[in-house]
């Protein structure tokens, strides 16, 4: 089952949500952590795991061959990402921060004179504690295009069938990377505050979630400072069920503050909610 | 006129709180203009007590185009489905067709350019909004929003720079305060790009360290001078310790350190600025807009 842990508001909680579940759910599960917040994955750091470095991720990127090119200006047409400059009479300057990775200038170039060359855009690494597996990716710094990064993040999942959960940790906000984790996925946590600001940003994550067509649950944290109420509207306006609240505590802080997990009673009874959805 | 980002790679440190209590109190000296250039969450305009429904008008924003399909024409060659760069494209088997995925769609147009029927073609899509208020406070606030499952925040966080330029330049203004998202990703490349000072926020965990240390290499691949807040720094000071080493070693200018309390979620709640929630709160915040006058004369 693949269950992702999103939220809308960055510092909710997420990973420490993602985390905690992961630990408590592999003492009698076979689990696999996915972390998708690719821009600044995080998981590793509080489960102490050192990851190995599996795979590179890159995305295609146009290389001209001058002797070909007739300096139609073709290529900068098509181009919506005005990744290619092009001035009449030269050849086409291509501004590598810029491209994509779509290849419409090799599709359009009438004399071929376009070649797909590669730009790295990411890393995916492995590692694991005990038995929880953690498979992360982080992007190379300047890309914009970070979905294709989560995409094969997912892709590289073997034998998905062995795990009986999936945890997908995702990036804040509601942007293309983080619809890129969501998408698949058979339920969504989505952890957030008693702050207007959270509130805020869980309606948008609700209203993304809805389009989707993937169910929420949401994990309310730390409960008890702020004001309860402004969530607790929205999961009835939503018909969404809180699942789960986490008050707001100095141990948890502390630990992780360590780069530790933590472990709870609020955690382990969460689990156990979660375990009764495993497919039979 | 200066352009003041305030960033952070994790999310939650605290960025959206520091920028409105800074718009307030730089407001009483300059004029500015302050820009929520978190178009995928934007939380700045509630932080100053303003919802979505007190801005004047929203203007909606077309930055994107979506691949768009006739069935008629298509003659079921499968060469979009093979150039497809972002998995946007699925084949329904039964029906022998393309269906597209306007959730993954880039709208780059190569399906388009490829396809030997002339089936597809992009059409405009509204992604997003833009607004911009005049806040009780002595500056104007503009924001942008994301359409839900629209991609190119990115361009719509563009399209709210441009705003805030174009007031800056009617209002004279001497600032612009831009706050951006959370990570490293399009929408943080785009509020960064052209700033003249970048304030990056953080605090003394290793999650949030880690997550800076990438959020200034973004910064300084596009070479903008910075400086750092470590936000909450009490909760664990020899990790505090850590990260000003770590600014030490590096020649990183420490702008401020805030404490953890309670009274940053109780003025959260009462939607008002620390500084205006609680006075005694106002020298520390000052403080920091001395250093960061002190910066960006250098």
């Not at chain 1, 990973?15 to 917040?37: F, G, H, I």
């Not at chain 1, 470095?53 to 290529?75: A, H, L, M, S, T």
């Not at chain 2, 930055?63 to 084949?91: H, M, R, Y």
């Not at chain 2, 920091?288 to 250098?298: D, F, P, V, Y």
Request: net charge positive; with cysteine; proline share 4%.
């Amino acid at each position: 089952m693949k269950i992702a842990i999103t939220g809308g508001k960055g510092g909710t909680g997420k990973s420490t949500v993602a985390t905690a579940l992961a630990v408590e759910l592999s003492k009698k599960n076979k689990v696999l952590l996915l972390d998708a917040d690719v821009d600044c994955p995080n998981d590793h750091i509080i489960l102490n795991i050192k990851r190995k470095k599996i795979k590179e991720v890159y995305q295609p990127i146009p290389k001209f061959d001058f002797n070909k090119c007739k300096k139609c200006g073709r290529c900068a047409e098509v181009c919506r990402e005005h990744a290619i400059v092009f001035i009449k009479d030269k050849y086409p300057i291509l501004i590598p921060e810029q491209c994509i990775g779509c290849s419409a200038c090799m599709i359009a170039c009438p004399n071929n004179a376009i070649d797909k060359d590669k730009k790295k855009i990411g890393t995916i690494y492995s590692g694991n504690r005990k038995n929880l597996n953690l498979l992360s990716a982080e992007t190379e710094i300047g890309v914009e295009e970070e979905s294709p990064v989560v995409n094969a993040l997912k892709d590289h999942i073997k034998n998905k069938e062995e795990y009986d959960f999936i945890l997908i940790d995702t990036s804040p906000g509601t942007h293309c990377n983080v619809i890129s984790a969501l998408q698949g996925c058979e339920l969504a946590f989505c952890v957030t505050e008693p702050t207007p600001l959270g509130a805020h940003d869980l309606k948008l994550t609700l209203d993304l979630l809805k389009k989707l067509k993937v169910p929420a649950k949401i994990i309310l944290n730390r409960a008890d400072i702020g004001n309860k109420n402004l969530i607790k509207e929205l999961a009835k306006e939503y018909k969404i069920e809180i699942i789960a609240e986490i008050p707001y505590s100095k141990k948890i802080l502390k630990l992780y503050s360590k780069g530790k997990p933590i472990e709870n009673e609020n955690i382990k009874k969460t689990a156990e909610k979660i375990n009764k959805f495993k497919k039979k | 006129m200066k352009r003041i980002t305030i960033l952070s790679g994790k999310g939650g440190t605290g960025k959206t709180t520091l920028s409105s209590n800074l718009a307030i109190l730089l407001s009483k000296n300059k004029k500015i203009i302050v820009a929520d250039c978190d178009s995928d969450a934007p939380n700045l305009g509630l932080a100053l007590g303003i919802q979505e429904k007190d801005f004047p008008s929203w203007k909606k924003v077309q930055t994107n185009e979506k691949a768009v399909f006739d069935k008629e024409k298509c003659n079921s060659c499968k060469k979009c489905l093979e150039v497809c760069n972002f998995g946007a494209i699925k084949w329904d088997n039964k029906k022998n067709k393309p269906v597209f995925n306007n959730f993954l769609c880039e709208g780059c147009g190569s399906c388009m350019l490829i396809c030997p029927n002339k089936a597809i073609n992009l059409i405009k899509v509204n992604n997003g909004k833009i607004s911009f208020v005049k806040t009780k406070y002595n500056f104007s606030l503009v924001s942008g929003q994301l359409k839900i499952g629209s991609t190119g925040s990115g361009k719509v966080v563009g399209l709210i720079k441009e705003k805030a330029e174009k007031l800056a330049k009617k209002e004279k203004a001497e600032i612009i305060l831009v706050d951006s998202a959370a990570g490293v990703g399009c929408p943080v490349i785009a509020s960064i790009q052209g700033s003249d000072f970048i304030v990056a926020v953080t605090e003394p965990t290793p999650s949030a360290l880690h997550d800076l240390k990438r959020a200034l290499r973004t910064v300084e691949h596009f070479r903008i001078p910075y400086g750092i807040i470590i936000n909450k720094y009490d909760l664990n000071k020899k990790f505090s310790k850590k990260i000003e080493k770590f600014m030490e070693k590096y020649n990183i200018p420490l702008l401020g350190k805030i404490p953890y309390n309670k009274k940053f979620v109780r003025a959260l709640v009462n939607l008002t600025p620390i500084v205006v929630y609680d006075k005694e709160f106002e020298p520390l915040f000052k403080k920091i807009i001395e250093k960061i006058n002190k910066e960006i004369k250098k």
